[in-house]
């Protein structure tokens, strides 16, 4: 076979095992499965995975190859040729009705209408995932990142309003492929239960009159005005004997302390939420002088 041939072939092998193949097809197990080749050529031949003679049982006819009782050794990616040269490939697969990646999870930073998902596959898979948007219109696909049988992706709906109330869940499609098989499965969430605020930012202390003065600034990703997207912050310092004290902030982003305190951090959530949405991370500490752990 030529140089050229041989590199158009593991290209195209390379590409339906690392990303979405662009043409595949989806059995059921032990049935027949009719593969066809895209072109006005009444004969070609057909390789499986590259290979001349594939394991499965074939009937080739014309421009058609009917795969007799799909099993597992019959997946792969079908090519058809002639003369030398490649003129379509399908990948096919078998229908998968587990549970596997069923477990996706999606979280957003605010009200913005960007969202990141992440969910678990089989090693060998690729996935691509399709957002439904607020306006009932259908988006892209997105191709996922994957590594070790996790996968992720980010999504926007350019539709969702923040002031507006959901009246509906936004749904997302998954469709993945391994090296045998096909998963399909969806998930429906509204943006408000899946808000989790970035850390607060610009946590700054300092002394007057007796008293720690601190001061911070919402996350830079959260949404303005502050007056709208009101958030809860929640301090917890620590004293000078390792004890760690909570106190809660809401409607402002100062406060002041009166206790000795070796250091202080802060986190924030959504007050009202209607799922009670999860704290942010905790800020890094924010270390407070030396003199004001001498006092008094």
Known sequence: ?????????????????????????????NKDVVVKCNTSK??????QNGEPEPMAELVAEGQTLTIIGLDLPATGNYSCWAGGVLLDSTYVVVGDSGEEGRDASCQADSYRGSFRCSWTGPHSAVFRAR?????????DWVPAAGHGGQF???????????FAEELRPLQLRFE???DT???????HFFVRDIVRPDPPQALTAHLQEGRLHLAWAPPASWPLPKSYFALLYRLQYELPNGTKVDAFVEGTEKTSLQERVRR?????????????????PWSGWREVDAAWLQRG
Do not use: E
């Open 264 to 280: 202080v951090r802060i986190s924030c959530q959504d007050p009202y939420s209607y799922t009670n949405s999860s704290w942010s």
């Open 152 to 162: 992720n992706a980010n999504f926007t709906d350019p539709s969702f309003c923040p």
């Open 176 to 178: 993945g492929i391994s």
């Open 42 to 47: 009444p004969r070609v031949t057909w390789m």
């Open 181 to 187: 098989s096909f998963l399909n499965f969806s998930i």
């Open 131 to 139: 957002l439904t948007h607020s306006d009932g219109s259908v988006g």
């Open 1 to 29: 076979m030529p140089v050229p041939v041989l590199l158009a072939l593991c290209i195209a092998l390379t590409d339906a095992l690392t990303a979405f193949p662009p043409k595949f097809l989806v059995g059921n197990l």
